[in-house]
């Protein structure tokens, strides 16, 4: 007696009798394969051979995982056939497959790059659970009172509640549970039948906003898609919005390629932290993303933070996103009483001429002795952690800089052994042994230190009987601060919120945060010192931030004022003017000098473009091999034939199995 097998012997396999070809994306990484292929569907797969499910199909000879994006009736080639369905799941959606389309084709990138950052591993046990529960009730309507505070706040929850695709720019108010505000937003998306999803920079973040969501629409109805899941609890929780079970996400960067059903808002916080930009090839930024996303879904946008990006700016100024801002009563209300060096009429340098040499100026200490007699915690942001060396003055305790590039100098041993250490630029390494104070003409210098670490042992014995926390730098990284006196000193970033919040934020050695070569310093160090200063109880409860930088520079009346839109549109001006992102777009080519000579000549045959460079991007790496970047700009109406430019010289360059890599990134977050 004979069984009939179920899966007939490969060479009996017939083609399907309906569309029997297969567009597949197979993953391989290469640019000059950066295209759909064609293959046979035999019949005993037709029925799970869907567009979106994994394959396994035969590529150069050996076996390849990819993607089925779409069957069709015929092809002009002849066809290998598609060897296995690896699940029956469509893991790709139509609607995510475009996305990652349009974000390799402005990126540079290639499309089995994009993919894997946009859909999880598969866990075949996963899968294999209990299918489409009922999803679970969301509440019927937000409470609007939180967004009137803000123009257009009302009429912005109206759009998302009729589901129209509204694209705001929203600056949050000092002290504003922005948590909630993203919530209610939320929730009127979901009442209207449609998806949201909110996009932030860390795991500490979603937790806020998950409770915040889960509080209005119940735990079931939300989900957090972050790495800190683990691999299975991750897939399933991707799984269950893949299916359509929940309509609200809240994650981390890979979340902006959430599945969503119906994406009806799309919206990312404090868009400027660098953990929005994804370290691996193509180099996506979660704003870029979410913009692309939704024009091409007709969703909404909502770029939010107590700062304001200049590409943020961009979108406003280009008409294509609306404002939402409070009044400057409303916000006059509620900040904190902000002072710098030499504000005003000079009383603080008057009241005490050392200010500018201290590190913790008189001001500094009096606002904190008034917030710990108030009762209330002290939050001191310290940019370095630990304990770094660096050199000052020691007359006037000025700063000692390189005259070479302005860098900090700090102390290195001596070429012989038991020479004595020599004053060398901490960022182009020349040595400075006649160094002159360029304030005084002093010639002494004086070790000092700066950092996280340091301050807190200082603070400790500045305020005797004080419990001092650290957060960041090495310690771990608190969630909250209880109500009562203490001395929190924290790294930007690692700012932990107070109950009932912070009777004074001390903002320390702001030169160290303005000084670095970067084309973004004073936008993030605005950024940083808004997200401290934020946190701080209004000036009408005794609520104080002290800056030690000094009051003349534009950034630091940015925030005295606490007006990071202008600081955003004169950044943006200042940038059109001398050609920098977003202004203009613009590609970084890093390898060796003769690839990145290969790539630049490819494309300045196929677009016009300035070339600026080639630079030594660092000294010789551990391999001996010297690497440069060279930056190529054009025109922002241009910036999609750049990125065709260099994803064709890239796949020359892949076809003939060049053996020097070269590293694309177009408008790159950090421009040296």
């Known amino acids: 007696m004979t069984t009939a097998r179920s899966t007939p012997q490969r060479g009996e396999w017939v083609a399907a009798a309906q569309r029997p070809v297969a567009r597949v994306a197979v993953d391989v990484a290469l640019a000059h394969l950066d295209r759909t292929f064609d293959y046979r569907v035999p019949a005993h797969l037709d029925a799970d051979a869907r567009p979106g499910v994994r394959l396994r199909v035969r590529f150069a000879g050996r076996l390849v995982d990819g993607y089925l994006l779409e069957r069709v009736d015929g092809s002009e080639h002849r066809l290998a056939w598609v060897e296995k369905v690896v699940s029956p799941e469509p893991a790709l959606s139509d609607e995510v497959a475009q996305l990652c389309r349009a974000v390799a084709d402005r990126c540079a990138g290639v499309f089995a790059d994009v993919v894997r950052l946009a859909v999880p591993p598969r866990h075949a046990r996963v899968e294999k659970e209990v299918r489409d529960p009922a999803p679970a009730p969301l509440a019927p309507e937000p409470d609007p009172s939180g967004w009137s505070r803000y123009r257009h706040g009302a009429a912005l929850l109206a759009a998302l509640a009729g589901g129209r695709a509204a694209h705001a720019v929203w600056q949050a108010l000092p002290g504003e549970a922005w948590p909630a505000r993203l919530a209610e937003a939320a929730v009127a998306t979901a009442a209207a039948g449609r998806g949201a999803l909110i996009v932030v920079p860390d795991q500490r973040d979603v937790d806020a906003v998950a409770a915040a969501l889960e509080q209005r629409v119940g735990a079931g109805a939300v989900v957090a898609l972050t790495a800190e899941a683990g691999p299975a609890e991750r897939y399933r929780r991707w799984l269950a919005v893949r299916r359509g079970q929940v ?237 009562g006196p203490s001395l929190v000193v924290a790294t930007p970033g690692a700012e932990p919120p107070a109950d009932g919040g912070y009777g004074a934020a001390l903002l320390l050695d702001g030169w ?24 701080v109880v209004p000036h009408t409860a005794g609520g104080r931030a002290v800056s030690t930088a000094e009051a003349a520079l534009p950034v630091v009346q940015a925030l005295v004022r606490w007006d990071p839109a202008h600081h955003a549109a004169a950044e943006l001006a200042a940038r059109a003017e001398v050609g920098f992102p977003p202004a203009v777009r613009m590609a970084a080519v890093e390898g060796v000098p003769a690839a990145v000579a290969e790539v630049v000549d490819q494309v300045c045959a196929a677009v016009e473009a300035e070339v600026l460079g080639p630079v030594e991007i660092e000294p010789v790496a551990a391999d001996g091999v010297e690497r440069e970047r060279a930056l190529l700009r054009v025109p922002r109406a241009r910036g999609r034939e750049l990125a065709a430019a260099l994803h064709a010289a890239q796949a020359a360059r892949t076809a003939r199995k060049a053996p020097d890599p070269v590293r694309v990134r177009l408008d790159p977050v950090a421009v040296e």
Do not use: K, N
Request: net charge positive; aromatic share 4%.
């Open 247 to 483: 309509r609200v996400v809240v994650g981390t960067r890979a979340a902006a390629f959430a599945p969503i059903v119906r994406p009806g808002l799309l919206a990312v916080w404090d868009d400027g932290d660098d953990l929005h930009a994804e370290p691996r090839a193509p180099y996506p930024h979660v704003r870029d993303v979410l913009v692309g996303r939704a024009h091409a879904a007709g969703a909404a946008l909502l770029v939010g933070g107590f700062a304001r990006t200049a590409e943020a700016q961009l979108l406003v100024e280009s008409g294509w996103a609306r404002e939402v801002v409070a009044d400057r009563a409303e916000v006059r209300a509620a900040m904190p009483r902000i002072e710098a060096l030499g504000e005003g009429d000079g009383t603080l340098l008057a009241r005490d001429p050392d200010a500018r040499a201290a590190r913790l100026p008189h001001v500094a200490f009096e606002a904190a002795r008034a917030a710990l007699a108030a009762g209330r915690p002290v939050l001191v942001q310290v940019p370095r952690s630990g304990y770094v060396p660096w050199l000052s003055c020691g007359q006037c305790r000025e700063t000692a800089r390189c005259r070479h590039c302005a860098g900090p100098l700090g102390l290195r041993p001596g070429a012989d052994p038991g020479s004595p250490a020599l004053p060398h630029c901490r960022w182009c390494g020349r040595p400075d042994p006649a160094f002159r104070c360029p304030a005084c003409g002093s010639r002494r210098l004086r070790a000092g230190v700066v950092g996280a670490g340091r301050t807190a042992e200082e603070l400790g014995r500045a305020f005797p009987g004080v419990a001092v926390r650290a957060s960041g730098g090495g310690a771990p990284v608190l969630a909250a601060v209880p109500a």
């Open 512 to 535: 160290a945060m303005l000084a670095r070569p970067d084309l973004r310093v004073a936008e993030e160090t605005l950024r940083r010192w808004l997200a401290a200063a934020a946190l």
